[in-house]
């Protein structure tokens, strides 16, 4: 007869590791910037301090409109679907939660929470990182 397949148990183990090896090979590298520190920048701001010591403060709904989640941009065209218009003013993150060693997921008081914002993303955005490249065109 044929050979026992593997259990699901060995199979998710061996899935693990294979991402968990790739995982170090990615982040082997720490230059990539990662937050040291996130917190509240007056009512409407978040401040995150990375490990290369530069701060970025950005605007909570700006950060919550920015959301790339396949709910907020479709998916294939990157056409955005959230009508900035339905989301708060006052719209805050009531969690911010790590995702592994690359990004950030939101919950947010609009009871918004599939977004994953990657580091890469989040410093790509920063705000007077933007302004200084605007500057320089």
Known sequence: ?????????????????????????????????????????????????????HESVYAVRGLRLSCRCARCVEEFTGRPLLNPDGIPDDVRPIRITPVGRYALQFEWSDGHDSGIYTFEYLRQTCPCCAEATQAAK
């Open 1 to 53: 007869g044929s050979p026992p397949l593997p259990s699901t148990s060995l199979l998710l183990r061996a899935s693990r590791a294979r991402i968990l090896a790739q995982t170090r090979a990615t982040f082997s590298d720490m230059s990539l910037p990662t937050p040291t520190s996130i917190s509240q920048a007056g009512p409407d701001k978040l401040r995150i301090v990375w490990n290369d010591g």
